[in-house]
């Protein structure tokens, strides 16, 4: 299990849930969820990135929770979730539909918002039936389906099998982040935020990347190398908006053209200037407004909530 090592203070500081919750996945892994905001309200649920947490989700969790209820929670090997042993993304679409089975009541349907891997979890459940009872809406941020690796700009070399090769390689490198130094602040931001981005953001995006423990990182880098969701991507029918940074390095924008272009139910498609990979944490407001924005056209009036 990673350790917590989020911000404490400020914008960027996880709010301390309602309650808190274990989901089982159907290998028996078990995950950390969170439950913010009201009983009744209408149901938001987010899946957090790779090397992330519920934490990266905490300028959302905080506007949210105002009104709706929002359930986040940690993906399998981050946060306060214990590693696994399957690694793939039939254990993601897994883990997503446990989550919704232990938070949402029978019929009830929420607005679904994931980043980057959180996406391609979305993607990967689409088409089991569990997805469709419980999803009303979906949000895809900075996320991609298929040619990751291949896509990637982290190197500024041309495009071909040794960029492809090397950035591989420094996505799944075996060799521990260390500590939170200023070098480590410049790397992050360079590879997954924009140049403009303000140190407070930065420093919230460094001490959440850096408590990924390094197996989890390099485990779910190997998934995501090979990654192929475009057939599941198909399956995903539901009301979705797309919403992309126009300097992100790590998926660049061209996959999400590519999603929203083969979506069959494409409501949006935002790119926003100046803004790289991070976009909950870059651009919080542009996230919250999305996601606010699904559910007042797709979520019906506050329903009643699951006991667990």
């Known amino acids: ?9 400020g914008p960027y500081a996880p709010p301390a849930a309602r309650r808190e919750l274990v989901a089982v996945s159907a290998d028996g892994a078990r995950l950390h969820v969170e439950v913010h905001g009201e009983d009744g309200a209408p149901a938001v649920v987010l899946a957090h990135g790779w090397t992330c947490s519920t934490a990266f989700w905490a300028a959302q969790v905080r506007d949210l929770a105002e009104d709706h209820r929002v359930i986040a929670y940690d993906q399998r090997g981050h946060g306060r979730s214990p590693a ?25 349907r929420a607005v679904l918002a994931g980043h980057s891997m959180g996406g391609m979890t979305i993607m990967a459940a689409a088409g089991r039936p569990e ?11 900075s996320t991609g389906s298929a040619r990751l690796v291949e896509e990637a700009l982290v190197l500024p070399v041309r495009a071909g099998r040794l960029r492809t090769r090397v950035t591989g390689a420094i996505l799944g490198s ?10 480590a602040r410049k790397v992050l931001k360079y590879a997954t935020m924009g140049p403009g981005s303000a140190p407070d953001k930065v420093e919230a995006c460094a001490r959440i990347v850096h408590a990924c423990p390094t197996g989890v990182r390099r485990a779910w880098s190997q998934v995501l190398s090979g990654l192929d969701l475009e057939a599941e991507l198909a399956g995903l029918t539901v009301p979705t908006a797309v919403i992309a940074g126009a300097r992100d390095r790590l998926t660049p924008v061209v996959h999400a053209r590519a999603i929203a272009a083969a979506l069959p139910d494409c409501v949006g498609l935002t790119e926003l200037p100046g803004i790289g990979h991070m976009t909950p944490i870059e651009a919080p407001e542009a ?22």
């Open 1 to 9: 299990m990673s350790r917590l090592m989020h911000v404490s203070s």
């Open 84 to 108: 696994a042993r399957a690694h793939s993304t039939g254990a993601l679409a897994d883990d997503l539909v446990a989550v919704l089975g232990a938070v949402l009541a029978p019929g009830e």
């Open 131 to 141: 997805f469709a009872e419980h999803a009303a809406a979906v949000l895809l941020c």
């Open 174 to 183: 075996r060799a521990p982040l260390g500590p939170v130094t200023p070098v």
């Open 287 to 308: 996230v919250t407004t999305a996601v606010r924005e699904l559910s007042a056209r797709h979520l019906s009036a506050p329903q009643k909530e699951k006991t667990p």
